[in-house]
């Protein structure tokens, strides 16, 4: 599994997605960034689409 998580979401508080995270369990990757807010997949879904398949096949690392 591969999410992302925007840190200065305006609508969803970063620790609570990481608290949501936790307990998705231990191999959950995360792609913690500021350069999306909550409209990611509206903003440049490809892009996010792409990168989260890629941290699920192990071809890509999580991004920084």
């Known amino acids: ?3 992302v ?3 200065d979401d305006v609508y969803v508080d ?3 997605s990481s608290w949501t995270a936790a307990h998705m369990g231990p191999d959950l990757k995360l792609w913690i ?4 807010q909550h409209s990611a997949i509206r903003d440049d879904g490809a892009r996010v689409f792409e990168t989260l398949l890629k941290m699920t096949r192990g071809e890509s ?4």
């Not at 960034?33 to 999306?36: A, I, K, L, P, R």
């Open 5 to 7: 998580v925007s840190f």
């Open 61 to 64: 690392d999580i991004p920084s």
């Open 14 to 16: 970063q620790e609570f």
């Open 1 to 3: 599994m591969a999410a």
């Open 33 to 36: 960034s500021n350069e999306f």
